[in-house]
């Protein structure tokens, strides 16, 4: 184990729309900072894709530029990824044999619907943690397979790698076959339980054992990273990043949940809630062979939906909050079900909605409505965590780009009826992964943050009716989203909620 105390430990933290990173010293203090922007590409509706070999660069662009900015040897490096983005690549030259990918790409819907009202349908829930649903990394390799090996003759032989962001980094970055234990979850090849890959999940889903990296704990020590001036230093800690998150935050035991705001959010919490819940299962991470479990529940549009917004009334984000902040009271709901609905819902047939439009409708008020559904789909979540247990979630940890709108802030905790907690540092995933490497390589302890504890209180100031009667319209605006043709027009939502 590395003992450099007086070593730095370089953090990246890939994620949907960039790379970013930061060099941190044994005291917590941040040393440099590096960014590299990413794109997205749709070449056809619902699919989303990346360049793996941008994102591999982004990466080594981003500790080339750590390392210049200091002048102290690198002790290790933290990895935070996005997760269930597949990549496949040929295991002998590591060319990338499909492009990423992404976590929010709905392409395998068809194949999703035919396996969950299949009879393994329920036995993939209870093996995975997780339901069937285009978002998980699975489907996406097994179309990827359907293109390139058909037959599976040359995955059957180990001449091609399936992975996750983490794994192709690892490759990329050290020439290691391997992927953490938290992000192998993602895939629904994993038996939550155990944390190894599940013969049932790989025969369901047409996988083969032999195209998969080897499953490590988060705090594996990798092979000396290759081509970039770091005094040959190790990969020390690798999370997805929602999980990087909750380790940032300093969540170790049951009872406290944080929130990940992004272009998508998750819910994340260790403990299991997820029977009666809706939620899913996963593993948060796993540490010299111990697993801690933990329940999640991931909304697909949150940031994402004030982008889109943004755009269809040709300005940016920062506007859309200003003019949310802003905004006269109105009676509308925007239901961004672009790609379905996530949990608790896990609806990939709901449609995108605004409902409550009157002539009067205006910018400011679409904008309320977009940024609302933020905290309205995230409370969503925090109510079906509590159901079924005797503590309510009281106190809520928060991070991520919206996190850092007091106002927004402010409108969570009305919603919701519960503190929120925002950390005077930033970027989370980052620090979570930094801290862990940190750990490894003897720095830090595994108490308090190096960093502190430093943070911003949030209260709710909404009357308890005030809040029931606005989710109670928020529900009924979900439940139109949710009708199928062939529904009755009278369902109401108590008949439309029960949890998959």
Do not use: C
Not at 167 to 194: F, K, M, P, V, Y
Not at 346 to 359: F, K, P, Q, R
């Amino acid at each position: 184990m590395n003992t450099i105390r007086d070593g730095v430990i370089l953090s990246v933290d890939q994620g949907t729309g960039s790379t970013k990173g930061l060099a941190l010293d044994s005291s917590g203090r941040i040393l440099a900072t590096a960014s590299v922007p990413l794109g997205l590409s749709h070449p056809q509706a619902g699919w989303v894709e990346q360049d793996a070999e941008h994102i591999a660069r982004s990466v080594q662009s981003v500790l080339g530029s750590l390392r210049s900015q200091i002048d102290r040897p690198v002790a290790g490096v933290g990895l935070s990824t996005q997760r269930e983005s597949a990549v496949v690549w040929d295991t002998a030259t590591g060319r990338p044999l499909s492009p990423v990918l992404g976590w929010q790409d709905r392409r395998t819907a068809p194949a999703a619907e035919r396996l969950k009202a299949s009879m393994i349908g329920q036995e993939i829930r209870d093996i995975s943690g997780l339901p069937v649903d285009p978002m998980f990394s699975a489907l996406k390799f097994a179309w990827i397979l359907d293109r390139i090996d058909p037959d599976r003759r040359r995955a059957n032989a180990g001449e091609i790698t399936l992975g996750t962001v983490d794994a192709w980094l690892i490759h990329r970055l050290t020439g290691g076959r391997s992927i953490e234990r938290g992000n192998a979850s993602r895939t629904q090849l994993l038996d939550h339980r155990s944390g190894e890959w599940s013969e049932i999940l790989l025969d369901a889903f047409g996988v083969p054992l032999a195209a998969l990296p080897t499953v490590v704990d988060s705090d594996a020590t990798s092979g000396p990273l290759r081509a970039l001036d770091l005094g040959g230093a190790a990969v020390l800690g690798v999370f997805g990043d929602s999980h990087a998150a909750l380790f940032g935050h300093g969540v170790r035991e049951e009872g406290s949940v944080k929130v990940t705001y992004g272009t998508g959010s998750s819910v994340m919490g260790l403990g299991s809630r997820s029977i009666v819940s809706g939620l899913t299962d996963t593993i948060a991470w796993s540490r010299a062979g111990r697993i801690a479990h933990a329940f999640e529940g991931n909304i697909l549009s949150t940031g994402g939906t004030t982008m889109w917004l943004a755009e269809l009334l040709g300005t940016d984000a920062a506007e859309i909050f200003r003019l949310a902040e802003n905004a006269s009271p109105a009676t509308v709901d925007l239901v961004p079900a672009f790609a379905g609905l996530g949990a608790p819902w896990w609806d990939e047939n709901a449609i995108g909605i605004i409902s409550g439009l009157t002539l009067g409708t205006d910018r400011a008020q679409l904008a309320r409505a977009a940024v609302e559904s933020i905290a309205l789909q995230i409370e969503d979540i925090l109510s079906a965590a509590d159901t079924g247990v005797d503590t309510r979630i009281e106190r809520v940890h928060v991070d991520g780009g919206p996190a850092g709108n007091d106002s927004v802030m402010q409108l969570q905790a009305d919603i919701s009826g519960r503190t929120i907690v925002r950390p005077k540092r930033t970027s989370l995933s980052a620090l979570g992964a930094a801290w862990l490497a940190g750990q490894t390589a003897g720095i830090w302890p595994d108490g308090v943050a190096p960093w502190g504890t430093a943070a911003d209180f949030f209260e709710p100031e909404s009357l308890f009716a005030e809040r029931t009667e606005r989710r109670s319209r928020w529900r009924a605006a979900v439940d139109r989203a949710r009708l199928r043709p062939t529904d009755r027009p009278d369902f109401t939502y108590d008949t439309l909620k029960e949890i998959p």
